[in-house]
């Protein structure tokens, strides 16, 4: 499957790696991190745990382990591509609006 970021993961994924990047004992962890969830989701079928809303029941989330943040993203099979709409901090206190 094709990973595509939206315009506001691509801004999530900038603000976070540049927090990692500047207070971080390991600032490329984040960015590194991404990288593999991205290839992961790739290659692997019906990724993620299912995180229904009522505007998205399809949506879906990963969590990066390392960085504790959340990928959001909903899958289209017969496209065969996934679309990443968020990627949230995992340790904030309350969940994205999606």
Known sequence: MKVELSKRA??????????????ADQPEIFFEEMLEVVE???TVSNPGTPCPT???PQ???????????HLYFVS???????????????????????
């Open 59 to 69: 949506l879906k989330r990963m969590l990066l382990e390392k960085t504790k943040c």
């Open 54 to 56: 009522n505007r998205r």
């Open 76 to 98: 289209d099979e017969r496209k065969q591509r996934i679309d990443v709409l968020h990627v949230w901090d995992g340790r904030r206190e309350r969940l994205p609006a999606l």
């Open 40 to 42: 992961h989701l790739e």
């Open 10 to 23: 691509q801004r999530a994924v900038a603000r976070i790696d540049a927090r990692w990047r500047k207070h």
